[in-house]
């Protein structure tokens, strides 16, 4: 069902950092966590679409650099007090590479 | 296809209803606004600066064209609605065009009053209310001399204050004893006649006029008792009428105003109305805080939200005189039972009472010192019991903070955050701080965009000016206090930094390890903060963390607002060769660069450069000679500096020189937060070395040594540390007191918080007392350097951080 696209090796991204997926749409961020853990999000920020791939990232959260909304990677969800969302992507590591799922997951509110 | 809403009435409480409305749901409706003036919506309040020549009509335009466009909103100006014809659902205006309502709107706001003397519609006599006025006015006072303004109240004052201004002679003609009699009581009012009489202003009390008189155009006002004033100008502001003749013809409900119910709609049911033309509750408003209140409810009603309810609203006033300070709520003379609190400080020009009814505060009239007026005004309208701090109340809520019923601090700053700041709109100081540091705000313009605080009347702009200094200027997540440096943990900044030093800890993890940090890998705010402390105490072992670093840091350029980045070369003193400029120039050529500015740091910035491209564009740079300006980072940014001896006819040592070698030494050096230099050639000091960080200034004997000055949010001017003879030591106290900030400054703390946390002594007893000290100092500074002053561009540009720069491109 879902259609995975190889990106790049998972130590191609640093940990706690990010690499940017330029697709024929849009961009999506790909962020790697301290425990190897990789989620892709939609590189734009619900407040003023800053790139989040540029933001801070801490636990399994990345900061936008623009005016430091924090958005949770798992959902897509900005953390209160602000409100709003932005697409999540399926990934996965398989053998040390990392897949990207182009389908956009519903997330539930 | 969507439903069709015509507003009538182009105004404050009108637009600021369709504001609200496009937040709610934008696309609910196709939008018509129709406005008889030329106009698109301006604030109206800010016609008395204008006339006094402290604004300009561009100033007050609150939506220009282009927002209405970008709203999809069909703007009409310059034509009036003349009829509604409510069973067809249309309206028809008077250059006969007709259109189609499923909502209407009416904010067509109030109409001066003219007195009906003779004479009342001669040239010259006019009202107080729109744009055309003041162009009449200023008119007038370039052409004739005398002004006659006909009525004491709040608009009228103002008027004859901006006539004044404008050159002309002004009388205030009013009928009563007492000026502004509905918001003052006498002693207030006294006081403030007497300071507009020492401006120049001539009053004429008790006076009934009786007739205008002229040959066409205005010559005199006759007054009953047969005395008369010459006059080339009379401005009648004896108040307001709701414009109501378009509803009353169309059959609508009206006393004084439109009556309208809770909902803000009127006896049709599609038609609602909002601002000065309305009667709710048997009262009619003629100030915009209640308007725009009215203006959220008809909102949510229009959106079919159908929750909010307009309840009413009690105001306060103040007077837009420039140094005037007078505020006035509630019921401020006193009834039979009620107590009056009262504070008169006639020298000081302060004047101060509170009526008060069962420990309630009722009323306040205050006059030469209203910092306190809002406090006040939430009291009234809280109905807060005061009995706790009755004694006290008068001097204001800062003195109260000093008792114990609140948190101290200064002004604003001690305020709780459900006090209202602006009272036009509502806002309270929380929401202001809120928005400030979760927004990102910087700037008067922007916190007025947010939260509309000061986009009104403008008499609380001073207010937040100072909420946002004291907001941002303390860097937004950390205070430098005892708190803890985030949540991540409860300890300060302090003792982070001890532990780092004396547990001789040399990673992150190491200090989250020892330190008992909640979380694993930090946040946001801690992770920067301790990748400095660490690479400030550790230069030589302590590798640097990249993903600990704020974006522009490591990118190694600013990060604009569409995602693209900025390229500031550095050019040591702002000298800068032919060789250098077309090198920069061929740069820009070369990648397109959309836009180049001289900066106010003396080097040139290249913005809007695509990430991807900035490592071939530093290739082309560092082949050139040029290094990075650091213009991104928490680091040493620029030294400036001035003509100096070389060509200077005042310059008394060679100030350019100087400030190359100090840019020298101190270049790529992390910091705390930014940090600025600058050397000027003689005490003129047109480097604005005392606004500096670290500032020289030379004189002939040598060279002073300023500190801890700052140029941005809050104005500070440096202190004198000391004066030296040589430029070796003016390169040794420098690199010494940036040492000293380095290791002791707060992430986030300039070192004008700092100078002022530590105290000018301490520093003084760690750099001039202690020579050895110094040399220290001075000496760890150096040994820093020679891990800093690698380029992080070139780095770059040979393959460093790659990853960073370098897009995954697939094609789905
Ligand atoms: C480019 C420049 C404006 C210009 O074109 O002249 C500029 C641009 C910015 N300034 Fe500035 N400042 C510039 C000179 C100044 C000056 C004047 C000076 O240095 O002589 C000041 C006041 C002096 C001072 O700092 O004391 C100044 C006070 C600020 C402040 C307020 C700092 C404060 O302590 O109050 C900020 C906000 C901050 O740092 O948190 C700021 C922040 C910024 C930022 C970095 C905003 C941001 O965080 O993204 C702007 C980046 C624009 C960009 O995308 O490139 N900028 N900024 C100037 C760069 C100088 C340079 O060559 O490096
Ligand atoms: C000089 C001055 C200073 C003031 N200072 C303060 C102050 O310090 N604080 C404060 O709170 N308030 C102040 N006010 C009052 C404040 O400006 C008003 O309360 C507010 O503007 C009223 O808003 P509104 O939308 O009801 O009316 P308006 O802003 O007057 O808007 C009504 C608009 O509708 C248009 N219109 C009317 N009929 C029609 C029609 N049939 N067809 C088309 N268009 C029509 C009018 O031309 C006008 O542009 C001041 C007012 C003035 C004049
Ligand atoms: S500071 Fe002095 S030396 Fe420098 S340009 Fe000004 S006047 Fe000349
Ligand atoms: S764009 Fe992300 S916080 Fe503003």
New binding site residues.
Partial sequence: MSNWIEIVALEDIPKLGSRVVKTDTMDIAVFRTADDRVFAIKDACPHKGGPLSQGIVHGTSVTCPLHNWKIDLTSGEALAPDEGCTNVFATKVENGKVYLSLKADEVAA | MKEKLVVVGNGMAGMRAVEELLKLDADKYEITVFGNEPYPNYNRIMLSPVLAGEKTIDDIILNSREWYDENGINLITGDEVVEIDRVKRKVMTASGAETHYDRLLLATGSKPFIIPVPGHDKDGVIGFRDIADVETMLDAAKTSKHAVVIGGGLLGLEAANGLMKQGMDVTVVHLLDSLMERQLDKPASAMLKASLEERGMKFLMEAQTAEITGDGHVSGVKFADGSEVAADLVVMAVGIRPNIELAEKAGLHCERGVVVDDTMQTFDPKIYAVGECVQHRGQCYGLVAPLFEQAKVVANHLAEMGIARYEGSVTSTKLKVTGIDLFSAGEFNEGEGDETLVLQDPGAGVYKKLVIRDDKVKGAVLYGDTMDGTWYFTLLREGTDISAFRSTILFGQHDLGDAGHGSSGSGVMSLPDSAEICGCNGVCKGDIVNAITTKGL?TLAEVQAHTKASSSCGSCTGLVEELLAST??EGYDEAPSKQGMCNCTEHSHDEVIAAIRDQELKSMDAVREAMGWKTPDGCASCRPALNYYLLARWPAEYQDDAQSRFINERAHG?I?KDGTY?V?PRMFGGLCTAEDLRAIADVSDKYQVPEM?V?????I?L?GVKKEDLPAMWKDLSDAGFVS?H?YGKAL??V?TCAGKTWCRFGTQNSTGLGVKLEELTWGSWMPH?F?LAVSGCPRNCA?AT?KDFGVVCVDSGYELHVGG?????VRVTDLLTKVATEEEVLEYCGAFTQLYREEGHYLE?TAPWVERVGLNHIKEQILDDEANRKDLYERFKFGQQFAQIDPWKQRAEGGEAHEFTPVVISA
């Fill in positions: 910087f941002v200027g600013n604009q900025s500031v500015k900066t106010g740091g003396q080097r910035d913005f300006g213009a940014r620029t400036k930014k600025k604005e606004i700052n140029g941005g949010i809050k300039r």
